[in-house]
């Protein structure tokens, strides 16, 4: 995510904390100085926020090394002030392997659990949970403290709120009787309920973080049902199926004012560059108009492209390559058939279109198998 800062790398994935975690860290400041607290106190509070978030990295790390075993990676984790968030390239489509991997994270608050009980247990720290100081304390307080709260993690997770653990859950039960698509939608239909009464509690007790979690949850599970379904239609089709078959190259040896009339004269915003008939490279609009105000419109296109841009062959698999654009943040990507010819460029837009297409075209089959029925 943007404005992070690198924390590390355990297991070869990338720790990032958001520049908004700075917030949680203010906020218990604020609140324990407002109170009257003494600085040890303060530091002792902030060493719990920073507790608990290591918690939740090893609770991500859970997720994260169990879809390895699935040949999964994960570009990233970050830790923002609603929790933490582990990027895995995709989701497990089989349900036994999702509900693995939806377990995991909790498993390890169970594991970490555990082991605080048993150590407090060995040296005398346990004491009854109404006992415990909440704020300050001793060294066995701070440990009791972080022990309950990793078992609120567990209970707070397993809510069927998709695309949280929980939600992941019940998809993955949901899919052994019904198809992934439409597991993936009522999962997503209980996430959003969810997020709905997350953000009524909020409200009604004026906890910000919990309201966060409630957009966080809702427009998760919006983006996740979305995704899935576009996957569901484009699985076996080829990129030719959904490229843009008529569009404009420019040569190298342009000038910058070809391509700005090019521009202005389509709906083109990515232009193939050319030399011998092969694609050498790419003509961004944010290349051309950045060109523009450092060389003018006499500068070649040359100078302006981004060289040795990826191609792709018409014949390759749709899914495959929009994962692969979605991975590398690409907005297109150009098209080649067997010889290296450019024959089409491939869009975000293009394939969101190719959905909306088939997503009309099977509602239309529905209405008119259901008038048949009638």
């Not at 996430?191 to 427009?219: D, E, R």
Request: glycine share 10%; hydrophobic share 55%.
């Amino acid at each position: 995510m943007k404005w992070s800062l690198r924390l590390g790398s355990i297991a070869g994935i990338g720790i990032f904390m958001h520049w908004s975690f700075v917030l949680i860290i203010a906020w218990i400041v604020s609140v324990l100085l407002f109170q009257g607290h003494d600085l040890p106190v303060v530091a002792d509070g902030v060493l719990f926020v920073f507790a608990i978030f290591g918690c939740i990295v090893l609770h991500e790390l859970g997720h994260a090394l169990t879809a390895r075993r699935y040949g999964i990676g994960t570009r990233d984790i970050t830790l923002l002030p609603i929790g933490g968030v582990a990027r895995l390239e995709r989701m497990p489509e089989k349900p036994q392997e999702e509900l693995r991997v939806a377990i995991a994270g909790p498993a390890v608050n169970v594991l970490i659990f555990g082991i605080l009980y048993g150590f407090l247990w060995l040296f005398g720290g346990l004491k009854p949970f109404a006992a415990i100081e909440w704020i300050g304390g001793n060294w066995a307080d701070f440990l009791l403290r972080l022990m309950w709260f990793n078992l609120f993690i567990v209970a707070f997770n397993l809510l069927p709120a998709f695309p949280m653990d929980g939600g992941r859950v019940l998809r993955s039960i949901l899919a052994h009787r019904l198809d992934f698509v439409r597991a993936t939608e009522v999962a997503s239909r209980v996430g959003q309920g969810m997020a709905f009464l997350f953000g009524f509690i909020g409200l009604l007790v004026l906890n910000p973080f919990l309201i966060l979690i409630a957009v966080f949850v809702y427009f998760g599970a919006q983006a996740e049902n979305h995704s899935t379904h576009m996957t569901a239609v484009i699985r076996g089709l080829l990129v030719k199926d959904a490229m843009m078959s008529r569009f404009r190259c420019l040569s190298e040896d342009d000038t910058l004012d070809v391509a700005v009339r090019e521009l202005l004269a389509g709906s083109q915003h990515e232009f193939p560059v050319w030399r011998d008939g092969r694609i050498v490279g790419l003509l961004t609009r944010s290349n051309l108009v950045e060109a523009l105000a450092e060389r003018g419109r006499s500068a070649l296109v040359g100078t302006a492209m981004q060289a040795d841009y990826p191609t792709v062959e018409e014949t390759a698999a749709l899914e495959e390559v929009f994962q692969m654009m979605s991975q590398g943040r690409l907005s297109v990507m150009p098209v080649v058939n067997a010889e290296g010819d450019p024959v089409g460029l491939l869009t975000a837009e293009n394939v969101g279109e190719l959905v909306m297409v088939s997503s009309a075209i099977k509602q239309r089959q529905r209405e008119a198998s259901a008038d048949r029925a009638i």
